[in-house]
């Protein structure tokens, strides 16, 4: 399933030759990794594939032992996540990644939060929480996630609204990037519904998606192009329209080979 | 964890009538921090008004809050660690070494008094930043650190001195003198915890490092992945909350007007249990600062009222304990309905 109103074209996020080792235990044997823009990249592989490690290494939670990462052609190195969403990259994580007891919009800037003009602001760090929830408001609007009060504690919210607050921080401060790892595996099946609304919301605004997912309907649904992940590297990338589930799981358990021919077209043949 | 389970959204119904938003409102109001210990703190005045003639007199009540102002500073820093979900058993000492530090400068060595006062502040900011350097980078839980903290400073301060510091210059007990309004008289002392409070209250609710240290107690993870820096943000906090042990002691010592090497060795639980009462969570992430001077106020309206009644003190620690765990208890039901 293309979506047909974005360009899907130039390379934004590369990666060449990852290698990240733990001990004895090779996770990245030389991984490629290439996302267009305007796209959904889905990134699927067995546990130990090195899914994560790979996502891990994209987001700057781990810094790679070998291999280059480049960010609009040019070579960029995380040391961190924050290094990465200094580069507009963000995250939005399986867990729930927010505060309960802050309120949403305290939740949308934690971190990056808006302080007073003038002297309250610089002098006594006073923060503009007027700016913030009104800014939180158009966030949430974009999205149209049904939120009356920006001052609601995260609390109250249910999983999926909560989610709903984690991918509109990502969406409001991704300039290049927006790595969802797992974003609806901590959802009920109805949450994981609006959840996957929402991800479209942010696709038809243009920003590249890296989506990990177990969720092979869910993957096949939403993604333009899928990257699997075998044994630490990257053995196909294939088109949802061209493939069936059944031939994405082949080749990623290894009882399907993909040669180097047809690396971008494996079930042509 | 339960938030994986969906639930019906509040606020979102489209059908939230009017009579919702009134039963909204008045829970809320309800459900504001610090509300339910005011009331208690209010219920629990009147009732030792009705008791006793003396108690509601200007006199009486400038000397509740006199009597709580000690361990009312500590309970700032408290505050502070419980917030972040981590707990401080070594104030009370800490405080002692500090004012038995700064009071033998001042007396024994002849160091000005306001050196002696920075010296005395730089020792409990240090067993401070001791305290959350240990709990940051060795990772070690915040109740055996300060249990050890808590023993190195008692042996330090009987290393140190084991005989009573008087002869205090006047300068060290200055915010033990006061100022009258009408007939009342009220210390500074008394003036600068509740001006701390007031500070404490608007760094917490108004500033960024305010909101991150009810972040990281909240959701430690979410905190670090936003960007927050774990490890500097609780080693401030155990650092300011020293800072706060350093004036607890220097109001100690105007108080008593000597520095006393016995002090403090309860006002850990004591800060504690004021902090509980104010309504703050010891899981962290939840509570209010003004609850917890109104905790401590708490403590000393019972022991205050008490005494008038001619109640023996043993029964104000019996009520003590009583309150404590009927607060934790409503805090814990309170929990459970939102869950």
Redesign the interface.
């Known amino acids: 399933m293309m979506s047909s109103a974005q360009q899907v074209g130039t390379p934004v996020l590369e990666a060449r030759g990852l290698v990240k080792r733990f001990g004895h235990v090779t996770a990245l044997n030389g991984t490629d990794f290439e996302l267009l823009s305007g796209e959904i990249l889905a990134v699927i592989g067995d546990n130990g594939a090195g899914k994560s490690s790979l996502i891990k290494v994209l987001s700057g939670a781990l810094i790679p032992d070998e291999g280059q990462i480049l960010l609009n052609g040019q070579p960029v190195q995380f040391h961190n996540p924050i290094a990465a969403r200094r580069h507009g990259i963000e995250t939005v994580y399986q867990d729930l990644a927010v505060s309960p007891e802050l309120n949403i919009a305290e939740n949308l800037f934690l971190g990056r939060e808006i302080r007073r003009p003038g002297v309250l602001g610089s002098v006594f760090r006073m923060l503009d929480k007027r700016r913030m929830a009104s800014d939180a408001v158009s966030y949430m609007e974009d999205l149209k996630i049904g939120i009356q009060s920006m001052n609601q504690k995260v609390r109250t919210l249910s999983g999926g609204q909560r989610q709903g607050v984690a991918v509109a921080r990502s969406a409001a401060f991704a300039s290049k990037v927006i790595i969802m790892d797992e974003p609806t595996a901590a959802l009920g099946v109805k949450e994981s519904g609006m959840v996957v609304e929402l991800i479209r919301q942010v696709h038809a605004r243009g920003l590249p998606i890296i989506l990990i997912s177990h969720n092979m309907p869910q993957v096949f649904e939403l993604a333009d192009r899928i990257h699997i992940q075998r044994l630490g590297r990257r053995v196909a990338v294939l088109r949802p329209g061209e493939c069936s589930m059944e031939d994405a799981v082949a080749i990623m358990t290894g009882a399907r080979k993909v040669d180097e021919v047809n690396f971008y077209r494996p079930c042509a043949g | 964890m339960s ?10 119904g489209a059908g939230a009538g009017a009579g919702a938003r009134i039963r909204s409102g008045v829970m809320g109001v309800l459900g504001l921090p610090g509300v339910g210990p005011l009331l208690a703190l209010l219920l629990a005045g009147a009732f030792f008004t009705s008791q006793s003639a003396q108690f509601l007199t200007g006199r009486n009540l400038s000397l509740v809050v006199q009597q709580v102002m000690v361990v009312g500073v500590e309970a700032i820093g408290q505050t502070l660690i419980i917030l972040t979900a981590g707990i401080d058993l070594s104030n009370g000492n800490i405080m002692a070494f500090s004012s038995v530090i700064l009071t033998s400068l001042a007396v024994t060595h002849g160091v000005p008094p306001v050196l002696a006062v920075a010296v005395g502040f730089l020792v409990s900011i240090g067993f401070g930043l001791l305290n959350g350097l240990l709990v940051t980078q060795i990772r070690l839980p915040p109740f055996i650190v300060t249990l050890g903290t808590l023993n190195i400073a008692r042996a330090l301060t009987l290393i140190y001195t084991t005989t009573t510091i008087a002869n205090l210059p006047a300068s060290l007990t200055a915010l033990g003198s006061t100022f009258r309004v009408g007939k009342t008289a009220i210390t500074y002392g008394s003036l600068l915890m509740i001006a701390l409070y007031l500070i404490m209250w ?2 917490l609710s ?4 305010g ?2 240290v ?2 990281i ?3 430690p ?3 670090r ?4 820096s774990p490890k500097r943000l609780l080693t401030s906090v155990y650092a300011l909350a020293g800072l706060f042990y350093g004036i607890a002691g220097l109001l100690l010592v105007a108080r008593t007007g000597v520095g006393d090497p016995q002090a403090g060795l309860t006002d850990n639980l004591e800060s504690i249990t004021a902090v509980v009462l104010g309504g703050t969570s010891l899981f962290g ?2 509570g209010n600062i003004m609850g917890t001077l109104i905790g401590a106020l708490i403590v000393g309206v019972f022991r205050n009222g008490l005494q008038l009644m001619g109640v023996p003190s043993i029964y104000q620690v019996l009520v003590t304990g009583i309150l404590v765990i009927l607060s934790v208890s409503v805090d814990q039901l309170s929990h459970r309905g ?2």
């Open positions: 938030e994986a389970v969906p639930r019906e959204q509040p606020g979102t608007f760094v108004q500033t960024g490092w909101r991150h009810y972040s107690g909240d959701n993870e979410a905190t992945l936003a960007g927050i992430g939840r939102q869950g």
